[in-house]
Structures are given as structure tokens and as C-alpha cells.
């Protein structure tokens, strides 16, 4: 983890429009929990709350209690994408909410301001593909902020959840947060685990960079003579990835090898 980062507590508010509630699902890869987001503009009666977290039957209860400190209706539950750690208990939440559950199918959420009754927030869907095919994040201007799911994280780097993920996907993704925080106001970037990301562009080159040196790495390692499949690289060049993250490296190598096919750094056999 950086250094001179926290966790976001249970109830911290971020932008003036942002509260995080943590849940306890504390595993290598989800690390400190599920962050869920809770977007609302001051003095709104309704919020919508983003990722609702895991199906652990206690998630719906953790963000009833925070929006009941605050008398806050729902007027939608958004997800970020499909999968469990973020929308598990999302059918639950929407019934005890009584909220539509936007997102979440396996297609990504429609480009766009959403516009739901009583959140006067202007919050725009963005497409964040990469991770997942369905990714999207959600972005408040209002708060300089963007909600960015499983796409980047302060921690470590994210999966690119190859054959869904894909890395040119994911490349492009990089490229639109960096324009959101040259172009909208972008300050920080409200992550699915573990630490906001204070510090964006700065967050956004390092991601950049390590998918790129990765990618060259397979290439080289191929180039020069190992078998072009994902189990004999990730044991050439992921010596340094913990065994509980060994799937995680297959997809991710995978994910390389096709990019690599695709912009002819390699010939495919
Ligand atoms: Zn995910």
C-alpha cells in the first residue's frame, strides 16, 4: 500500500457529497472490504448507493443504518459492474430500499447523466471498461470525484479479467480518467477497495506504466524463446505474485498475449 494513505472509515465523507461504508469481506482480493459509496448533494432527501457490496445478509443492513443517521431515501441502487463483492446483495438492497438495481445485467450501464427522482446530484455514468467489459465509473463534478469501481486502486494493481477484460479495453479506460481530471475537476478517485486515490493523474501514469512493463515482459519473454502460454510465463515472470493471486496472473498474462497478437508484437501460431 502507498504510504500516507488510509482506508476509508465506515461514514467517511468525501467531496461533501461521498460516504463510504466498509464491509468486512477482507480477503487477497478484496483486500480491506468492499467500499460502498452513497452519493447524495447536501440537503437531498434521496441518495443513490453505488455497489451495495456482498451477498454476506448483513451489507443491506450496514448501509441502512448510515442512511437512516441521515434520513436519506434510495432512489436507485448502481453498480459499478456484475461482479459479487460489489453487487451480491443488490436484489436485496433494492427490495429493502424499494429501488430500481441499475447495472449489474453483464452490458455496461448506458453512457450519460442519470436522472432519478429527488437526487438533485448531477451524476454521469462513464464507461471504464477493462477490468470487466461491463466497468463503468460514476462521476460527481460536484465533488471532484469519481467512483471508479474495481478499474484502478491505490493498493495494487487491479485484474484485467481476461477473456471478459481485456487489455486495449483497459488502456483506453486509463486514458479517459486521465481526461476526466484535465478536463472536469477531476481530485480523487473513490475506489471499490482500500485507499481514495488522492492523487489521480499522478495514480493513473503508475497503472499505465506497470500494465505496459508487464506487456513487455511476456513479449520479451516469448520473443526469446518460452512457449506462449499463460501457466510457463506467469512462472517466468510473475515469480513475485503470491499463490493466492496465481489466477488473477493467468487471466492477466492472457489478457497480454491478446494484445500483443492483435498489435503484431507477437505472431500468433
Ligand atoms: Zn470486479
Known sequence: MASGVDIPENGA?????AQCVRHPNVSPLTYTGTNTWVLAAPGDGACIVVDPGPDDGEAPGRIAQVLARRGLSVAAVALTHGHPDHGGCAA???RLFGAPVLGGTGAPLAAGPLTLPGVSLAVEVVPLPGHSSDSVGFLVEEGGLVVTGDVIFAQSPTMVCWPDGR???YLASLDVLDALVAERGV???LTAHGPVIENPAVRVGQARRHRMSRLRQVVTAVRSGIPADAETLVEAIYNDVRPDL???AL??????LRYAYDHGLL???
Open 13 to 17: 465523507v468525501y467531496g461533501g457529497v
Open 92 to 94: 436485496v438492497s433494492g
Open 167 to 169: 487489455l486495449d479495453d
Open 187 to 189: 481530485e480523487r478517485l
Open 246 to 248: 496465481h489466477d488473477g
Open 251 to 256: 487471466r492477466s498474462v492472457n489478457a497480454q
Open 267 to 269: 505472431q500468433e501460431h
